[in-house]
């Protein structure tokens, strides 16, 4: 379709250059002819300029407006000039003339130009032999429509192909092939409304763009034509059929070309399964859509895929698969083998990424708050993705939970980008990577890619130091020893604040392994050595914390209680530095936390909370409540018995109270040692 005159706009260049050459010679005459001389009156020639120029942009109706415009002009001008008693040369009838017969002129050949114009445009947008709109029209429009859609309107293309025409034109002739493409050209070109375009896209492909069209409309504008050309006999006799593939706008798509390619593998896949029939690119799809493991490893560095014009010859369109860099949701494999943890309140989003997580090979568990994530910390992702606003707790509080508990967890924010200040206390509080909404699944895949690379070089760095010659470990054995030495003396420095301290965390530590004995008899759940040096240095951090508060005989103040609560973070600050052991680090930090998600410092609750450190904690209160403290006398062991039993499902891990009853014979024997310790020192 060409281009109409009235579209074309005059740009204000061409306004200026005609005002000036009204002006001009109104001005010249204003001035008196002796200015110009006998040649003065010529200068109205240049009223001619507005004439060809708007002739340019309007034809015929541009000339008519420049000769308004140029006779309004010259009346005021005479009329203006009879007042102060003065007259126009003779010789301006002339030039009046002239400049209407020249103008008149201009519009005629204006007009022919304009409509051989429109003609070979309509020749460069049209199919010869269909009479409908040509590939080089319909891109054009798709891209009208296509921005329109990323403003929120909906837009829908079909891909139709007719099946086996190439057997057709062999039995019945080229001529007779030109008829039936006419013919479904007739009854396409009749079926599509007028906001919207069928062209022919190539050989016997068809393209409908249908604007303001869901899903829904979508198939059922495919199948009606699919329907309607199956009915209809040819001049040959026989019938043709056709298969179609229709895709829908998404935010994600970044190009036309990506819209393109996905209505196209719809029509590939309407082919592969048997021609006649219509297929949506959409979930079922994509999962078609996923190359072979050799061919996602080879995508992984172009995922910003093949942004160029959608020239596929007609003799793939439909018949082999599009490029894969240019689908949609390019689906690429990268997650085989991985688990990820998507935090995230609102169900719609939540879905979709997950959706698109899980069609890359990741196992994924949803969480809809903070608390719910945190519980699902019990075992290690290779990723966590999570909102910052999240009902309840904020989201730093599970990126804190993550990195503690999982250091080599790769743990991606996703915040609006109003939130940047947030965005920044996440990073603080151990984000690896954000990402602003809104956001595309390409940004999606762009950063969990990077996070995975940056585990998996953190898990090549941990395996070269295990490969080390045998002299450089003994070697890291000797430091860690004498680490492990430096960290208890700390430990017993600790204990030596207060005299009713002394032993603690050595009855803790035999406690633990007792309990550990009996939980986990094959050491396949808990790390003996790192429970041992656990236990000892489960409370390294009161190191921080006044003697004034440690021994206070009473109730604790706001202030005081703070400090006690601040010494779990304290201690793994001051070990983390020195020691790689993670099992050992979680029963520093999470001693305190409670089953049922009221400890502390962050609110980790069943089995969220290490085993190594719900084990700690649990034999932590046994002898605590046994011993003299400040501000209560000890329990006897019958009592303290009866708390854990009180307390299994709230505070203790109800699997663990049952293990302490069990072994509580082998416990006590603990318990009787400190006592008879005591006693030892009391009768001395």
Known sequence: MALELSDKAIPPRAHAISAVALLAPVTAVALGADVLGSSGPLVWLLSLIPAFLLAYYRGWRGVATALAVGMATLSITEATLSAFGRDLPDILFGVVVAYIGISLAVGLLADRLHKDRAAVEDMAFTDLLTHLPNRRHARLFLENEFAAAERGRQLSVVLFDLDHFKAYNDRHGHAAGDEALAEFAALLGEMTRRMDLSARFGGEEFVSVLAATDTEGALVFADRIRAALGSRTLPTGETLTLSAGAATYHPSMRSPDELLAAADHALYQSKHEGRNRVRLFGHTLMDHAMPSHDAAEGLRDRLGGDTSEYPRPSDEIGRTRPPLTLLPHQITGFGEGREVLVVEDDPQVRALVSTYLSREGFVVVEAPDV??????????????????????????????????????????????????????????????????????????????????????????????????????????????????????????????????????????????????????????????????????????????????????????????????????????????????????????????????????????????????????????????????????????????????????????????????????????????????????????
Not at 493 to 521: F, K, N
């Open 371 to 684: 608390a719910a994530g945190i519980r699902e910390l019990s075992v290690e992702f290779d990723l966590v993705v999570t909102d910052l606003r999240l009902p309840g707790a904020p989201g730093t509080d599970l990126v804190a939970a993550a990195k503690s508990r999982w250091p080599d967890t790769q743990v991606v924010v996703i915040t609006g980008l109003h939130d940047a200040k947030v965005a920044a206390d996440a990073l603080n509080a151990g984000a690896d990577q954000y990402l602003f909404k809104p956001f595309g699944m390409p940004d999606l895949r762009r950063e969990l890619l990077s996070a995975l690379q940056r585990r998996d070089l953190r898990a090549a760095e941990r395996e070269e130091r295990r490969s080390q010659p045998d002299d450089v470990r003994d070697r890291s054995a000797q430091t860690h020893a004498a680490v492990l030495r430096a960290a208890a003396l700390l430990a017993d420095a600790g204990e030596t604040h207060e005299p009713y301290l002394a032993g603690h965390s050595a009855r803790v530590q035999a406690y633990s392994m007792v309990i550990a004995e009996t939980v986990d008899p094959g050491a396949e759940r808990i790390d003996r050595e790192a429970l041992r040096y656990g236990a000892a240095f489960h409370d390294i951090g009161m190191l921080g914390v006044p003697a004034s508060v440690v021994g206070h005989p009473g109730p604790l103040d706001s202030d005081q209680w703070a400090r006690v609560r601040a010494h779990p973070a304290r201690g793994r600050r001051i070990l983390d530095a020195v020691l790689d052991d993670r099992d050992l680090l979680a029963a520093v930090t999470w001693h305190h936390e409670r089953w049922d998600g009221t400890g502390y410092p962050d609110g980790l609750a069943g089995e969220g909370i290490p085993l190594c450190a719900r084990v700690v904690g649990l034999c932590e209160t046994l002898d605590a409540i046994t011993s003299d403290r400040p501000f209560r006398p000890a329990m006897t062991w019958e009592q303290a018995m009866e708390v854990l039993r009180t307390e299994a499902g709230h505070r203790f891990d109800p699997e663990l109270v049952a293990a302490a009853e069990s072994c509580e014979a082998t416990l006590r024997t603990v318990y009787d040692a400190r006592a008879d310790h005591t006693n030892d020192e009391a009768d001395a």
